[in-house]
Structure formats: structure tokens, C-alpha cells
């Protein structure tokens, strides 16, 4: 099947461990996104890549560290987890950058801090 | 498996006149839709939603629809303005879990 897929989807974690989010896209898309989901279902884009280089890093704290090993993969680490962390965190990947419409999301993995 | 879909990649219309965008599921237990804008650059913004107990919500110029029988649901804007022009995203999720997001519809607003 062709998609955006992330791994987990669940994940449940203490404060202060390190974690990280796998994502994966076999579409051939050049650009990979991360984006967090709050409680009031706002999408905050977190991190763009393109072709493995980063064009869009917003105001995120340095714990969160995104690594694209190739095009298709755009991992999310995330040092010191914070209770505020928790939230819903979505994948996606789009064909070329910003002018293309052609979004597909990955389900989504949820991140419990506890 | 893409259980949301918007079909019609792009729509041009006049400032002035409706727009209408569209979205099928196929996952009859979503219980929440939702309809996202998105400019260039930016990342989306929540625009409207619905849950399956209602077959309307509007919000000033945005309506949304929900046929749940034939599994579509639709986002009006009336009166249609330049600014509206961007991507627009459904959503649609089940007991608040696993959202699933359509393609995207380019909506071009022209003066």
C-alpha cells in the first residue's frame, strides 16, 4: 500500500525519558512534515523537510530533534519529555515543497506523557 | 487505505459566488469531521467541524454538511473572497482517535 505510515501509534511514557517517532512515505514525495495536534484539534506545523534538508523549523524547544536519513523517512526524537508534550503528532509528506496540493497524513501517534 | 477523500484536486471560482468543497469517507465509524484551511508556508488551521449527531454547522460564511448515509460531507463558503483562496483538508476521526486526512482541494478565489 502506498503511504504515509508512523510508528507507534500509541505511545505512553514517564517525564524525562527520550523517545522517538518513526515515519516512512513510499509515495516519492520530496518533502516530509511533522505537525502537533493540541486539544482544540489545531495542526502546528513543527518541521518541513525537503529532499533531507530542513526549510521550515518553527518555534519548537530543542528537545525535539527531527532526522530525514533519506527523503522517505523523517524521524522525530524527543529528549526530556515534558507533560506538555502530550499530544497527537501527524506525518506527512507532500510531491515538491508548498505549491503542491497533494498532501497525504500519516494516522497519526499519540503521545501520552505520564 | 485512504478512508477520506477529496477527489477534485483544485476549484476556481468567483469572488462573490459559493464555493463548495468535497469529501467521502468510508469508514463508517468516524464520528467527527472536520475541515482544515491551509496557506502556503503555513501549517493548517482548524476551520470548522462537525460530529455525526448533526447534519449542518455554519459558521458566518462556512457551512458544513454531512450526508452520513451516503458517507460525504461538504464545506460551503457564501459569499466566496479572495482570502479563502488556499488548501483545504478534511479530516474525519473515530471516538476521537486515529484522525485520517483527505488530499487536500486547492481552492482559487478569483476577484
Known amino acids: 500500500d502506498t503511504a504515509v505510515s508512523q510508528t507507534p501509534k500509541y505511545l505512553v511514557t514517564q517525564m524525562g525519558n527520550d523517545k522517538s517517532i518513526k515515519c516512512e512515505q513510499n509515495?516519492?514525495?520530496?518533502?516530509m512534515y511533522w505537525y502537533k495536534q493540541d486539544s482544540k484539534k489545531f495542526l502546528k506545523i513543527m518541521f518541513s523537510?525537503?529532499?533531507?534538508?530542513?526549510?521550515i523549523n518553527e518555534t519548537v524547544p530543542n528537545r525535539f530533534s527531527p532526522k530525514s536519513p533519506d527523503k522517505a523517512h523523517l524521524n522525530l526524537h524527543i529528549n526530556s519529555l515534558e507533560l506538555g508534550d502530550s499530544a497527537v503528532y501527524f506525518c506527512?509528506?507532500?510531491?515538491?515543497?508548498?505549491?503542491?496540493?497533494?498532501?497525504?497524513f500519516g494516522s497519526g501517534t499519540r503521545l501520552t506523557v505520564v | 487505505d485512504q478512508q477520506v477523500k477529496q477527489n477534485s484536486p483544485s476549484l476556481s471560482v468567483q469572488e462573490g459566488r459559493i464555493s463548495i468543497l468535497n469529501c467521502d469517507y468510508t469508514?463508517?465509524?468516524?464520528?467527527?469531521f472536520l475541515w482544515y484551511k491551509k496557506y502556503p508556508a503555513e501549517g493548517p488551521t482548524f476551520l470548522i467541524s462537525?460530529?455525526?449527531?448533526?447534519d449542518k454547522n455554519e459558521d458566518g460564511r462556512f457551512t458544513v454538511f454531512l450526508n452520513k448515509s451516503a458517507k460525504h460531507l461538504s464545506l460551503h463558503i457564501v459569499p466566496s473572497q479572495p482570502g479563502d483562496s488556499a488548501v483545504y483538508f478534511c479530516?474525519?476521526?473515530?471516538?476521537?482517535?486515529?484522525?485520517?486526512f483527505g488530499a487536500g482541494t486547492r481552492l482559487t478565489v478569483k476577484p
Open positions: 469508514n463508517s465509524m468516524f464520528d467527527y
Open positions: 479530516a474525519a476521526s473515530a471516538d476521537n482517535n486515529d484522525m485520517r
Open positions: 509515495l516519492g514525495h520530496d518533502t
Open positions: 462537525i460530529s455525526s449527531i448533526k
Open positions: 523537510y525537503n529532499n533531507k534538508e530542513l526549510i
Open positions: 506527512a509528506s507532500s510531491p515538491t515543497g508548498e505549491s503542491n496540493y497533494g498532501y497525504t
